[in-house]
């Protein structure tokens, strides 16, 4: 059975950090390409980041460049999202999402909210 569960999500005051992990199981997690997706309350989802089944590339948002670090750990089916100078408007819900390629398939976690307020 094919599971992604995110955790780390809360509440934080803007500048602040956060850390948000997915544990993944029931599929090949080595092989498979992990992102970071996330949707604010009526906005449509949006990609975040991304990273290569192997951890030797990477892709971010524009939005996210520079302020957020994908990771991932092979041995232990973790993927991580390290979030820096946190701003209002990336309060959304975030998800993590595997895929095995251009056609699949893709697996979605139920996601883990952040929210960024004073």
């Known amino acids: 059975q094919v599971q992604l569960v995110e955790s780390g999500g809360g509440q934080v005051q803007p500048g602040g950090s956060l850390t948000l992990s997915c544990s993944a199981s029931g599929f090949p997690f080595k092989d498979f390409g992990m992102n970071w997706y996330r949707q604010a309350p009526e906005k449509e989802r949006e990609f975040v980041a991304g990273?290569?089944?192997?951890?030797?590339?990477?892709n971010y948002a524009d939005s996210v460049r520079g302020r957020f670090t994908v990771s991932r750990d092979n041995d232990k089916n973790m993927f991580y999202l390290q979030m820096n100078n946190l701003r209002t408007d990336d309060s959304a819900l975030y998800f993590c999402?595997?895929?095995?390629?251009?056609?699949?398939?893709?697996?979605w976690g139920r996601g883990t909210q952040v929210t960024v307020s004073s």
């Open positions: 990273m290569i089944y192997s951890g030797r590339w990477s």
């Open positions: 999402r595997a895929s095995g390629g251009p056609t699949g398939p893709y697996y």
